[in-house]
């Protein structure tokens, strides 16, 4: 099954838009626990940091991740067309060998039966 741009599209951007819902809702519920001195508190600002380092990570995997899908349809598109015309030259080249082959054998035939007379 071969993806538009407009699925290849929407199959980029919708994940990245659920990542940021689900980012939104991470910062929210540290949020609640930065002010109030409890242990988290220590190591919110790794919690932001390390929060952003995997969304933007997985922002990045992903957008290559679906280029290199197009990428993989557009080849495969270009490999069908020159295979396409690799074989009619090679059906030629087949023909070619298939002519050559039955004067060589025709050659020696004829070889054989002058010699034999």
């Not at 290199?68 to 074989?87: C, K, S």
Request: no cysteine.
């Amino acid at each position: 099954m071969r993806l538009s741009k407009n699925n290849l599209l929407v199959i980029g951007i919708i994940p990245i838009i659920i990542g940021l819902i689900i980012f939104y809702n991470f910062i929210a519920a540290i949020n609640i626990l930065q002010p109030g001195g409890m242990t988290t508190a220590m190591v919110y600002y790794q919690l932001l940091g390390i929060a952003t380092a995997m969304f933007v990570g997985a922002v990045v995997y992903w957008v290559i991740l679906v280029y290199y899908i197009y990428l993989i349809q557009e080849n495969e598109v270009f490999i069908q067309d020159n295979f396409t015309q690799l074989a009619g030259s090679g059906t030629a080249h087949l023909q070619n060998a298939k002519k050559l082959i039955s004067q060589v054998l025709q050659d020696i035939k004829s070889t054989e039966l002058k010699q034999h007379q």
